[in-house]
């Protein structure tokens, strides 16, 4: 029997979807469509002074939490496939 959790979405909250040929492969696929964060503020040890941040995106990993899982099959090529919607967590 399969269990169902609720989770309360705010409507603010953005919902990027995901599709590939294993659940790992679509939640990727999902995770890459959420934006990186912007770098923030800098120290410079030389001058102890804070640098403005650079404009760029951070290199850390971006956590989500996964709200619909769907599976698919079927059809004339016999195609399999998970689809999957994640918000940012």
């Known amino acids: 029997m399969a269990t169902v959790h609720r989770v309360h979405i705010p409507s603010a909250?953005?919902?990027?979807?995901g599709t590939g040929k294993t659940l790992?492969?679509?939640?990727k696929?999902?995770?890459k469509k959420?934006?990186?964060h912007l770098q923030g503020h800098g120290f410079n040890k030389q001058?102890?002074?804070?640098t403005?941040?650079?404009?760029?995106r951070a290199d850390v990993p971006v956590r989500c939490k996964v709200i619909d899982i769907?599976?698919?099959?079927g059809g004339f090529t016999g195609l399999s496939e998970f689809h999957v919607?994640?918000?940012e967590d």
């Open 29 to 31: 696929d999902a995770q």
């Open 34 to 36: 959420i934006p990186r």
């Open 47 to 50: 001058t102890k002074e804070v």
């Open 52 to 56: 403005p941040p650079k404009g760029e």
């Open 85 to 87: 919607r994640v918000i």
């Open 70 to 73: 769907r599976f698919e099959t």
């Open 13 to 17: 909250e953005k919902i990027y979807n």
């Open 24 to 27: 790992d492969d679509a939640i």
